[in-house]
């Protein structure tokens, strides 16, 4: 079993930056890959970003890239969102996920953190 916190959440103006943190307890944490996803009002679940087991691989979503940035310390078992640029189509539920299988899918979901930009 995996357990996720999200937090770091909140209002911020376009233009601004969020930081999301979300916090591993169970397994081993470097063992598996992380993830975030998010959740606009209205709409399905999409990939936000995707980072390796070791920190040195990611990936991001086209509508993120250049803007997002994650990070993981395997020693403190968290993994971070670094968001700037943010912009009013940001807003969403922002939740942090877990691939402790090893495939396309994430298998441990957080409970979510809320961000709502303004314009």
């Known amino acids: 079993q995996v357990q996720l916190v999200e937090s770091g959440g909140g209002l911020v103006q376009a233009g601004g930056s969020l930081r999301l943190s979300c916090a591993a307890s169970?397994?081993?944490?470097?063992?598996?890959?992380m993830g975030w996803f998010r959740q606009a009002p209205g709409k399905e679940r999409e990939f936000v970003a995707r980072?390796?087991?070791?920190?040195?691989?990611?990936n991001y979503a086209d509508s993120v890239k250049g803007r997002f940035t994650i990070s993981r310390d395997n020693a403190k078992n968290t993994v971070d969102l670094q968001m700037n640029s943010l912009k009013p189509e940001d807003t969403a539920v922002y939740y942090c996920?877990?691939?402790?299988?090893?495939?396309?899918?994430?298998?441990?979901w957080g409970q979510g953190t809320q961000v709502t930009v303004s314009s």
């Open positions: 996920a877990a691939d402790t299988k090893g495939g396309a899918s994430f298998d441990y």
């Open positions: 980072i390796s087991r070791s920190g040195s691989n990611s």
């Open positions: 169970g397994r081993t944490f470097s063992r598996y890959a």
